[in-house]
């Protein structure tokens, strides 16, 4: 392999600007003081402040320094790389404060500045990944914290990802291979939202501006499926978001606490997350126990009963003050959490009675002009534990509110698919599962249940527990979407293409218009060499389109659609998909090799061909077909020890693979050498009786 770490010369291009504007900034400050500064690039076009344009274009075309007078003096400064206009800086300044400066002083200081921002921009880039590194991560950060301390923007929320793709590598040099394509992919799928940094050893930053906890929690839970999709083994996301209403920490503070909330996701599973909100607001949760004292006044009320039902009863809105106005309980013990919330205990009730007094109680509590929730939990029932009645009987209020103020709920199956959604949505699968569990214990009909923790399990790489499950949900209802939509992904990780296949197929005539199920299906379809079948599904998913996630999804839209085309023999439809895969992702293994072979078919260029397909094998030697087709073309440009070689490494990773035994066999004719060529095709045909191509060449060996 090639020395894995870019270490040439970076030249400075347009993009740099918005990557690098606050460094940038920094650097034309030191040579040249200024309020402010902002850029422009050297071309017409885009947004541009109006008091801006005629002082950018004069330096666009005269490329000097402009001074432009006024009460807000601003200096137009061209910047460069090498000879060529890089970018124009706008310098706000007080008046007077470069009027009188020389062009040429002011221009040898554009040359230092320019200087400058190369030496940053070559520093800044990690030579494996070519993404920013950690110091270019804190640096936006603490600029972010100042705002928040300044009160800038609104107090606009922002949160910070810690994602580590630490990858599983027999030693550094596929590791380092693993690493640039992990960045590749995600700079490719999530670039447009914020620039990944790479931290180190394959864990990535990104700064998310403009979000909450809960729309970064569901680009979290996106993410790590696409990675999953992937074929990455295992990665996990730490959380810390700063919201509009709290006071800025120091950056290593915050560094430090998403850090402390990727240790936490370590430990829940291999496609993990969790937030350090979540963990150091636990008083908040709304899964959250009441005081001890609670339990120790509940307890004396049950401690000799053997029937009881228990009311969790919530006001729904406070006086001005906050507080309460509580009915009397008819005798019916309460016990206090809060002003807002109490349990009331009726010794030997059955659901019946619970419901009758709740209707009462709330009766009452309406001629007041006051409302009240109600959650309820019986004893016995489904071998709970007393003490779990507490827990209960809030997953049945949680229930509640879903129907709005003023409604009653007995706790049931659905009380726990919904406590289970709400540890699912932090993060934390193995709680998540057990709701879920216990939830099909009291309904084991309930589909959705039935569904959920089925994906919970699947989430936690459980596969063969979690079949079972979406089995039972398509007994109960056949045409269920996501359930089979769940098990085809589930079969697909198992490895049983048919399965996956069969019930993709079933769910796509329940809903046509998913796009990883138009995906999944089209790279099924193609492995199974119904190329056709390939085409139409994928052309569909390519008008779909993903929500929420960019081009990294169309990029394998038509990195499939190539080799779909290829395998109809439409090598141009094909070309042209494959162009459009690895300018979505660079990296993109699969789709260099297949472009190489064809750049070779089609006479395009052999040595774009073989670089290509060296590309290839460089980016991911685990792939036999990538080994095959470099075989292939340096067969082709008669590299014959170099493409032994190749097959050689493809018959390491699949040593009863027909077709690299085949090219083997062709290989070992073309050197003149029919006797192991002759022994290559008898190999094939004890593993593959059936393969056409070997009986003909055997054939015609023996004529020879």
Known sequence: MSFPFDLRSKKLDEVDIDLFSLEFAEIVRLFLPSRKVHFAGPHPGGDLHAAWKAGVEMVRNAQKPVVDGGEVEHLYLPLWDGEKLFCVAILDNPPDTYQDSSSSMLLEKSRLISAEMARVKQFALDPVTGLPGGPMLHNRLQALLQKKRAHENGNTPFSLLLLEMHPRARDGEQALAIIARSAAFLDSLIGHLFTPCHLGSGIFGLLWEGVGEVQTMKMADLLLRWLKREGFARSRIGIRSCLSEEQAVAGEIF???????????????????????????????????????????????????????????????????????????????????????????????????????????????????????????LYPAHGFKKMEMVGNCRKALLHTGFYGPGSMTVFDGVSLNISGDIYYNEGDLARAAKEYRLGLQLDPANINLLNSVAVTLAQMNLYRKAIPLFQQALALEPANFMALYNLGFAYLATEEEGNAMANFEKALAEQDDNFDLLLQLGKLYCKAGRFADAVNVLRKGEQVGPGGVRDISHGAVHRFLGEAYK?????????????????????????????????????????????????AVELDDDDWRHWSRLAAVLTALREYDDALRALRKGLALDGRNSRLFTQLGALYEKRGNAGLAEKMYRKILRLDPLCREATERLAALQKI
């Open 567 to 615: 395998g109809l023999g439409e090598n141009g439809k094909a070309m042209s998909c494959l162009q459009k895969a690895a300018r979505h992702n660079p990296r993109d293994a699969a789709a260099l090799s297949m472009l190489g072979e064809l750049f070779l078919l089609e006479r395009q260029g052999d040595d774009i061909a073989l670089t290509l397909c060296r590309q």
């Open 255 to 377: 560094l430090a606490q998403a850090w402390g909330a990727l240790g936490v996701a370590r430990k829940r599973g291999p496609f993990a997350l969790c937030s350090h909100q979540a963990l150091s607001n636990r008083s908040a949760h709304p899964l959250c126990p009441p005081p001890a004292r609670v339990f120790a006044e509940l307890r004396k009320l049950w401690q000799d009963s053997d029937r009881f039902a228990l009311l969790l009863v919530h006001g729904d809105h406070g006086d001005d003050n906050g507080s309460v106005s509580w009915p009397d309980t008819s005798g019916a013990p309460l016990v206090r959490i809060d002003e807002h919330e109490a349990f009331v205990y009726l010794d030997g009730a059955e659901q019946q009675a619970a419901e009758a007094w709740g209707r009462d109680y709330q009766a009452r509590a309406a001629g007041g002009n006051a409302s009240f929730s109600l959650g309820i939990a």
